[in-house]
């Protein structure tokens, strides 16, 4: 737990319906140990920021850009996963966590971010408010601003120049 950095050691991890016995660590290491260093409550055993040292959210925000080109840009070009309500509606509201995090400065919920999102760039109200509406049964018919979406994200994380100074 003392690693701010994602550990190299896989671990177990259940997501989509499918359970991994072993998945890598990614920028989700980083951006949760910041958001249990400030909101986390200890049920037993001591504070969540005694086991762990500070986190800087630069760290978050470049943990949450990082998550962009690495999650969710490769999935532009995959139409089958796009073409699924549910991953559209996940891939938006993931998005708007992530400008929020990332232009903004701080980590959100979703319906924080997409709030955010909607007042700073209106132009993608009708997407993000279908997301936020979007339930099981329903159909999600954004696919093409589904990859418009990541693309005007990546632009927007570009302008930050957060990664950069990494390169």
């Not at 400030?38 to 037993?44: A, D, F, N, Q, V």
């Not at 919920?109 to 936020?132: D, F, R």
């Amino acid at each position: 737990m003392r690693e701010l950095t994602p550990p190299a050691k896989a671990r177990p991890w259940w997501g989509f319906g499918t359970f991994y016995a072993e998945a890598p660590a990614g920028n989700e290491w980083v951006i949760n140990h910041y958001l249990l260093s400030k909101h986390g409550i200890p049920l037993e055993g001591p504070n969540f920021n005694e086991l762990i040292p500070p986190i800087d959210i630069k760290d978050v925000r470049r943990a949450s850009a990082k998550d962009l080109f690495q999650e969710w840009v490769p999935k532009i070009d995959d139409s089958a996963w796009l073409s699924n309500s549910h991953y559209q509606s996940y891939l938006v509201l993931n998005l708007c966590r992530i400008l929020h995090t990332v232009i903004h400065g701080q980590p959100g919920s979703k319906k924080v971010a997409g709030q955010w999102t909607k007042a700073t760039y209106p132009q993608w109200n009708s997407l993000i408010e279908e997301a936020e509406r979007w339930e099981y049964g329903h159909e999600m018919k954004r696919q093409t601003d589904a990859v418009a979406f990541p693309r005007f994200a990546v632009e927007r994380v570009n302008e930050m120049e957060l990664l950069r100074a990494e390169s």
